[in-house]
């Protein structure tokens, strides 16, 4: 539910006893808020994090900045190659650009 929230899908989920609905966005906030008594995983610890963060964004104190998907795609590209580049080297063999027929060596972009 706390993902869904982050996501900016709150639900409302009617049933009796409840006139204006159950809001799901609750658990966010008894999140943020609660006092853990057990957390094996770290789960919950995680999921306060995350709600640490959306209450500091939808308060102004933090501002997202999306670099957009052309730096997400050259950011994923860059940790392929250097993936690939460990990969191959522990075959004993070098990434060649196939166009020029020269040896990957530096980093490319």
Not at 16 to 38: A, K, V, W
Not at 53 to 70: E, K
Not at 83 to 90: G, T
Request: contains cysteine; charged residues 20%; aromatic residues 6%.
């Amino acid at each position: 539910m706390i993902e869904r929230c982050c996501e900016g899908k709150a639900d409302a989920v009617y049933q009796l006893g409840h006139p204006l609905g159950f809001q799901n966005q609750i658990h966010l906030g008894e999140t943020h808020c609660c006092q853990t008594l057990y957390d094996l995983n770290g789960e919950l610890a995680a999921l306060m994090k995350l709600a640490v963060l959306v209450y500091r964004v939808l308060s102004g104190d933090l501002i997202c900045n999306d670099p957009g998907a052309s730096a997400y795609h050259q950011l994923n590209r860059a940790r392929e190659l250097k993936s690939l580049r460990k990969r191959a080297k522990l075959l004993g063999f070098e990434l060649v650009d196939r166009s020029s027929g020269e040896v990957l060596l530096n980093p490319v972009s």
